[in-house]
């Protein structure tokens, strides 16, 4: 709310200005205000977009518009202690230079906290709840097979479970190699000194690399592993489905 009262404050303090540089070229004080608001209006078309923005549409559509497209936290956070940021600050008597640095740094490592806290909860939810459950359900489907095997069926009666077993180990596979792996990566950021860095490193070797390809394996046991074997809701079971 600080950085947006500030550039509200600062485009207040512009528009006032320009304002009255109107009405002392003699326009009238209302016609003065709607020519510099009807100015603003066209101004502010480079960065109006009616699409999705977070769309493949929106990133081409912003280069071409030359505007700054920045996909992270830590990259977004840079924004804070440019020198026009600085000025900004500093003339309103919000923060001068250390205290913007500062704040900058507090709001890294608030980031690098909440990737922490999620990365975590991530390797305790698949190794104390996902992965148990999905090989107990493995184990089910071992023994099923093997019962029909014992009374002599024929593979092709039971090639489905099959199928199953094998996709369920393929994704439990996965999922424990990544998440060993995320653990890892973390204790590598953990040893950085400089907070930027860390930030940066969080983001693409903690949380880009590891996140999405854990969540996607575990989705797919999801809809493999029996419901009653299940320890968390599944998403139809939330959505009053079931």
């Known amino acids: ?21 109107l009405i002392e070229k003699g326009d009238k004080k209302e016609v003065a205000i709607m020519h510099i608001i009807q100015k603003y209006i066209v101004e502010s078309k480079s960065v109006l977009f ?4 977070y769309s493949k549409e929106w990133e081409q559509e912003a ?17 804070m202690v440019t020198e026009k940021a600085k000025s900004l600050f500093e003339r309103h008597s919000v923060y001068n230079h250390t205290e913007l640095e500062a704040r900058h740094e507090i ?7 909440i990737v922490q806290i999620e990365s975590r909860l991530i390797g305790d939810l698949a190794g104390n709840h996902i992965l148990p459950a999905a090989i107990k ?3 089910t489907l071992i023994n099923n097979i093997k019962g029909l095997k014992d009374i002599g069926l024929e593979e092709k009666t039971f090639s489905t479970q099959i ?3 094998q996709k369920i180990s393929e ?4 999922i424990k190699e990544n998440a060993d792996a995320m653990i890892e990566a973390r204790k590598v950021c953990n040893n950085m000194t400089d907070i930027r860095q860390k930030a940066l490193s969080y983001n693409t070797e903690v949380k880009d690399k590891y996140f999405d ?7 797919k046991l999801e809809l493999l592993v029996a419901d009653d074997e299940w320890p968390l809701p599944k998403y139809r079971e939330m959505l009053f489905l079931r």
């Open 1 to 21: 709310m600080t950085v947006l009262n500030t550039i509200m404050a600062e485009t207040l303090r512009r528009f006032r200005k320009e304002v009255e540089a």
């Open 50 to 53: 009616e699409g999705d923005g």
């Open 63 to 79: 280069e071409k518009r030359g505007l700054p497209n920045l996909k992270t936290t830590p990259l977004a956070l840079d924004a």
């Open 107 to 113: 709001e890294l490592e608030k980031y690098i906290k």
């Open 137 to 139: 359900y493995q184990n």
């Open 163 to 165: 199928e199953i077993l």
């Open 171 to 174: 994704h439990i596979s996965v």
């Open 213 to 219: 390809i854990i969540r996607y394996h575990v989705d």
